[in-house]
């Protein structure tokens, strides 16, 4: 089984900025794709960014030039830089990872998500 733990998060003013980690977990773990979705309230679930383990990343257009998302290998973490926040980007974020560990199969996995406010 694999763990995902959250951290980060909170309330910020417009224009500030905050960081999310996200530290995945398990015996014999092997991390492929690392990523950050949101979700707003009555919305879908969308993709923010992701990151390939060869570092190769990904933006949705809305957040691309603000937040910045980084991965170490060897703590099997991803983080999410948030600069120049908007009222729009508040939302749960969650983290996600394509991951296995000894035994078991090649599968998707979910963080408990965290509350990003951007408000004054």
């Not at 977990?25 to 990523?35: D, E, T």
């Not at 691309?64 to 290998?73: H, V, W």
């Not at 908007?86 to 979910?110: M, R």
């Amino acid at each position: 089984q694999v763990h995902l733990v959250e951290s980060g998060g909170g309330l910020v003013q417009p224009g500030g900025s905050l960081s999310l980690s996200c530290a995945a977990s398990g015996r014999g773990l092997s991390v492929g794709l690392m990523g950050w979705y949101r979700q707003a309230p009555g919305t879908q679930r969308v993709l923010v960014a992701a990151i390939t383990s060869g570092g190769i990343t990904n933006y949705a257009d809305s957040v691309k030039g603000r937040f910045t998302i980084a991965r170490d290998n060897g703590e099997n973490t991803v983080y999410l830089q948030m600069n120049s926040l908007k009222p729009e980007d508040t939302a749960v974020y969650y983290c996600t990872v394509t991951a296995s560990v000894i035994g078991g199969n090649w599968s998707d996995y979910w963080g408990q998500g965290t509350q990003v406010t951007v408000s004054s």
